[in-house]
Nanobody, 122 residues
Framework: QVQLVESGGGLVQAGGSLTLSCAAS????????MGWYRQAPGKQRELVAT???????TYADSVKGQFTISRDNAKNTVYLQMNSLKPEDTAVYYC????????????????WGQGTQVTVSS
């Protein structure tokens, strides 16, 4: 019913920048919060940043001032601008969105993307 597709990951040197994108598609009525999470090898998945439909943002302390989350509601897309990347930012980055579909307009359900690898070399 709903698919989230991430793009923009890759290999970058320390100090570089990347911008991740996540586009939601399907039988979408509306999207509430969208966010980015990451999972490094051997570690649990952790929250990176979230953004509400109205643009209220939250960030993990580890990325404040370094990453910026934004969204385009018309395109059902969320972005993550990552600057001054460090080797410890290496992880698989996952997009998350809370969606109301046309088939179930009284249910808010969370969806995940497949993940995109970000590797920062030192």
């Amino acid at each position: 019913q709903v698919q989230l597709v991430e793009s923009g990951g890759g290999l970058v040197q320390a100090g570089g920048s990347l911008t991740l994108s996540c586009a939601a598609s399907g039988t979408i009525f509306s999207i509430n919060n969208m966010g980015w999470y990451r999972q490094a090898p051997g570690k649990q998945r952790e929250l990176v940043a979230t953004i509400s439909r109205g643009g209220i943002r939250t960030y993990a302390d580890s990325v404040k001032g370094q990453f910026t989350i934004s969204r385009d509601n018309a395109k059902n897309t969320v972005y993550l601008q990552m600057n001054s990347l460090k080797p410890e930012d290496t992880a698989v980055y996952y997009c998350n969105a809370y969606v109301i579909t046309h088939e179930a307009m009284n249910i808010l359900r969370g969806y995940w993307g497949q993940g995109t690898q970000v590797t920062v070399s030192s």
